[in-house]
Every structure is written in C-alpha cells, then in structure tokens.
C-alpha cells in the first residue's frame, strides 16, 4: 500500500464547470502524477511533478492545470469541463526502489454532461 | 510504429495452463520496463519489474530481449485468480526520472 488516496472518487459535473480532483498521499515521495484512462488508449500522462511548486506536461496537457503546493498533495484542474474529458483518472507517485517503477490510488471516475 | 504494443487478447485459457504474453517498444534508449496488472474497475498494480538477465517471481517470469525490443511475461500453472489486464510498461527514454508509457493491456481470461 502506497498511501495514495484520491478524492472525489466519483464525480459528475456539468459541461464548462471548473472541477478539481485531489490527490493525496502520505510518504512524502517527490514525484507525483496524473493519467486518465481511455478504452481503446490505455493509460496516458497528464502532467507530472517532480517537487512542490515544479510541474511540467505529459502528453495529454490540454485542458488540465496542476498544483503542488505541499509535498502531499497534487490537485488536477479542469478549467472548463468537457465531454471528451470524461474518463478515469489516476494519480501515481513513483517508488523508491531505484527502478522507476510507479504506484497508483484508487482512481476517480469523472463524468461530464 | 507504437511506443508499446501488446497484443490485447483476449486470451482464454483454462486453470493450471502456461500462458505468455508479448510486448514490443519502440524506443531504444528505455530502460526501465515493467509487467502491471489491472483488475476490471481498479488502479493498475505492479506485478514486477523486468531486467535484462530475466527474472521471476513465483508463477511468473519475465524476459526483455534489447535487441529485438520485447518484453515477455510468462505465467505458469493459472489460477482463475490470475484473470486481469496486464499491462507493458517502459520508460520513455533513458534511465531515472523519465515518464512512463503503458501499453494498451492484454486481457487474460483463466476458465475452471
């Protein structure tokens, strides 16, 4: 168990409302991350962290904003919600074994009308 | 050609069968490479890493072949239990910090 919790852990939302989905977790890992998950695309790169307040683009920017202002917490913004941003959402932190490897929460289910 | 691919399956194959998968990546220069497995509904959970002399975790092992540029999971004696989605994943480029990229899943099916 990685620690990570996300919340909400469901959430539908309305076409051009601003949503935030946190994520949260508790063994103070520097990297943190956000996916969503498609079929048909398996899971693809939002944006990443590498520290409080350093954030940089993964390869499905668009739309989405970041925030990190404590080691603990890495919130994912939809300015304006869209329908094509209805998916899964997963927050990862990376390990600590020297691999690379990553570990994930539990994920949000968003919906947008 | 894709970063990852992986055959999506399904595979059906009944209790106590071997079963491997493949995967192929595109980029030379990775070099951190992993087998994940998703349960319908839940996160993606690491099932092992992948090195270059091989390795193997009880039922299960894993190969990388550089010079081709696959990856192999083989799964002995299934259990109904080992019925999930299991992903490829390799690192973009280099060693480190870099992100990851995931393949699309091989869905496995074990039948009693």
């Known amino acids: 168990d990685a620690g990570i919790t996300q919340s909400p852990r469901h959430k539908v939302t309305e076409t051009g409302t601003p949503v935030t989905l946190r994520c949260h977790q508790t063994e103070n890992h520097r990297y943190m991350y956000w996916y969503r998950q498609d079929p048909g695309h398996g899971l693809r790169l939002i944006h990443y962290?590498?520290?409080?307040?350093?954030?940089d683009k993964g390869e499905v920017s668009d739309g989405y904003s970041v925030s990190r202002s404590k080691t603990e917490d890495f919130l994912l913004t939809l300015e304006s919600a869209t329908s094509s941003q209805t998916s899964v959402y997963f927050c990862?932190?990376?390990?600590?074994?020297?691999?690379?490897?990553?570990?994930f929460g539990p994920g949000t289910r968003l919906t947008v009308l | 050609r894709k970063e990852v691919e992986q055959d999506p399956g399904p595979f059906n194959v009944p209790e106590g069968a071997t079963v491997a998968f493949n995967c192929t990546y595109s980029n030379s220069a990775s070099q951190s490479f992993f087998w994940y497995r998703q349960d319908c509904r839940k996160e993606p959970k690491l099932l092992m890493s992948?090195?270059?002399?091989?390795n193997e975790d009880g039922r299960f092992t894993a190969q990388l072949n550089r010079a081709s540029q696959y990856i192999s999971l083989l799964i002995r004696d299934s259990k109904l239990s080992d019925s999930a989605t299991y992903l490829c994943?390799?690192?973009?480029w280099g060693s480190g910090n870099t992100p990851l990229v995931f393949g699309k899943g091989t869905r496995l099916s074990v039948i009693a």
């Open positions: 962290s590498y520290g409080v307040k350093d954030t």
């Open positions: 994943v390799v690192n973009r």
């Open positions: 992948v090195y270059s002399s091989g």
């Open positions: 990862a932190i990376k390990g600590t074994s020297g691999d690379n490897e990553q570990f």
